[in-house]
């Protein structure tokens, strides 16, 4: 079921990168409409796994990054149609195809667990999700604002410079990515830790809320996300970084996000999983 959205996503990515190299307004609205097209299609398969398992599917890993790529994806068309660029799209793509390769390969199966069935768990895990659909623009958008500026420093205005926003452009998109992804990772964290203490009481047998402690891995590095993530808010507001700073920090917390994400998620028996 998720190999239809792969494709329709693989071929967006193929007709970003034409449009990125042409620069044709007809490639770049074609990229446009094969990325909505895949969206809506992603989000027919959602639905569909939804009635499959009678709530929203994301307590299974891949289902989980399948939810995180149509996040992502939807993130992306809301800034790129309200911003009227397309240029993002060559860098946003292929991390879409990639993650979303994953619940191809590995489909993985949702399993009921009595802890879950609460409002909090939905709230908190919905929460996560689009704080990282956030923290992944914010990195590319910090990611591209590198590369701009390079081109800037050489005085070599070439092909990166006429095909990318300013860099005033980018810094105020990274901000906004910034600060709405550390809010619903706050949401997140905080609703996290409320649902754990009352699932506990609930079923304080289950090996699973035995393993949510401070060292389980996911709960470590999603700690330490929010660490860095605040910290690079806090820093815009009292201390001025702006630009390189704050480009380079929206790529640590990004690189954090991805870890806690994937190679945590399916290779680190010690964390806790629900599936």
Excluded at 160 to 175: E, I
Excluded at 205 to 233: C, E, G, H
Aim: proline fraction near 5%.
């Amino acid at each position: 079921m998720n190999i239809l959205p792969f494709l329709l996503y693989a071929a967006a990515a193929i007709a970003y990168a034409l449009h990125f190299g042409r620069r044709e307004p007809a490639m770049g609205r074609a990229a446009t409409s094969l990325l909505l097209f895949a969206a809506l299609t992603h989000t027919f398969v959602i639905g569909m796994q939804t009635m499959e398992v009678r709530s929203v599917p994301f307590a299974n890993p891949s289902r989980a990054i399948s939810t995180f790529v149509w996040l992502l994806t939807l993130s992306y068309l809301y800034l790129e149609l309200t911003t009227d660029e397309r240029a993002m799209g060559v860098f946003i793509l292929p991390i879409v195809v990639v993650l979303q390769l994953i619940p191809v390969l590995y489909p993985g199966v949702e399993r009921e667990d009595p802890v879950l069935n609460s409002p909090w768990f939905w709230v908190h895990v919905a929460s996560l999700l689009f704080a990282y659909a956030s923290f992944a623009l914010a990195g590319v958008l910090g990611l591209t604002y590198v590369l701009q500026f390079k081109e800037i420093k050489k005085k070599h205005l070439g092909y990166f410079y006429t095909r990318l926003p300013s860099l005033q452009t980018l810094d105020v998109m990274n901000a906004r990515a910034v600060t709405v992804g550390w809010i619903f990772l706050t949401v997140g964290v905080v609703v996290g830790a409320f649902w754990t203490g009352q699932a506990r009481e609930m079923a304080p047998q289950n090996p699973n809320l035995q393993a949510m402690v401070l060292v389980d891995p996911k709960i470590l590095i999603a700690l330490l996300t929010w660490v860095v993530y605040s910290f690079a808010v806090l820093s815009r507001r009292t201390m001025g970084w702006t630009g390189r700073k704050a480009a380079w920090l929206s790529a640590l917390g990004f690189a954090m996000v991805l870890l806690n994400f994937v190679p945590i998620s399916y290779f680190v028996s010690t964390s806790h999983t629900f599936n």
